[in-house]
């Protein structure tokens, strides 16, 4: 024999059953994609800290592009300056030479006289 009220009793529990079953499903979906959301922000915070590394690398090797570039002008300019030395320095040694054999010439003039 059934039980009094059981009938409608086994009808309510099996919709509360359902009711709780589907809300189980939710939630559970919920977390599942409560976890992708973790992880997406996670890997958005990851590029956001490449992008980040990159942009200061890109900084870094513009600046050392400028340095390059303001040294080669320097070394330009000095191999400009050193060939101006070395002309003016041969023009010297010429005009040492010539008079050194000035000297020799007016020496050896003396000795005669």
Not at 18 to 29: A, I, T, Y
Not at 75 to 91: H, P, R, W, Y
Request: aromatic share 4%; hydrophobic share 35%.
């Amino acid at each position: 024999y059934p039980r009094i009220g059981e009938g409608r009793m086994s009808d309510d529990l099996k919709f509360d059953t359902e009711v709780v079953s589907e809300l189980v499903d939710v939630v559970g979906e919920d977390k599942d994609e409560s976890d992708l959301v973790e992880k997406d922000i996670h890997k958005l915070e990851s590029l956001k800290n490449v992008h980040e590394q990159s942009s200061e690398i890109f900084n870094k090797i513009q600046n050392l592009q400028m340095s390059q570039n303001h040294i080669l002008n320097n070394l330009t300019e000095d191999q400009k300056a050193l060939g101006f030395i070395k002309e003016s320095f041969a023009e010297n040694v010429q005009i040492m030479k010539d008079n050194l054999k000035n000297i020799k010439e007016r020496i050896a003039k003396l000795k005669i006289c």
